[in-house]
């Protein structure tokens, strides 16, 4: 016969809500940094499109 299963303590949920938050946060300041990376020009790891680059297309 099923039997319910036992309620999460409260302690528990706190923890996982909070390491999910700081994932979270985590990943928005990489994001935020890494904005502020290409908006001074100083964007070294990584290659994205740029006008100049869209030139080259021409066949």
Do not use: C
């Not at 809500?17 to 935020?32: M, S």
């Amino acid at each position: 016969m099923a039997v319910p299963k036992k309620k999460t303590s409260n302690s528990k949920r706190d923890s996982r809500r909070a390491h999910w938050n700081r994932k979270a946060n985590l990943a928005a300041q990489r994001a935020l940094s890494t904005g502020k990376s290409i908006l001074t020009g100083r964007a070294k790891g990584f290659e994205y499109p740029t006008k100049d680059d869209d030139d080259d297309d021409d066949e």
